[in-house]
């Protein structure tokens, strides 16, 4: 969980930039190795393509995941942590929405 938006888009960098080409390094050296390469840029393009994909697969898995299982706990959390001076409305909002959520999760 990202502390503010600048942890945030680095993580996101790292994961969506970064990670595809640590991936696809180790790959090419070992596909270097075992098979005689004659176009080597098709090979890496190939590769690149691959592993952004699959990386992409798994972290939105993870995103949508996530989303099922935690949204309305995060929503719940930030409203009901609002200052005291910020309306007794929303808070009261906040704690009927988490007890409806109860009882539909106990049935």
Not at 3 to 27: C, E, F, V, Y
């Amino acid at each position: 969980k990202s502390k503010n938006a600048h942890q945030a888009a680095s993580r996101t960098q790292g994961r969506i930039l970064l990670l595809p080409w640590l991936m696809m390094m180790p790959t090419m050296y070992i596909a270097d190795s075992l098979f005689d390469i004659s176009n080597f840029f098709s090979w890496w393009l190939a590769c690149w393509v691959f592993w952004s994909v699959v990386i992409d697969i798994v972290f939105a898995g993870k995103a949508h995941r996530c989303l099922r299982t935690s949204l309305r706990e995060a929503a719940l959390e930030r409203y009901a942590a609002a200052p005291a001076g910020a309306g007794g409305r929303l808070q009261e909002m906040a704690r009927g929405l988490a007890r409806f959520l109860g009882r539909r999760k106990a049935r």
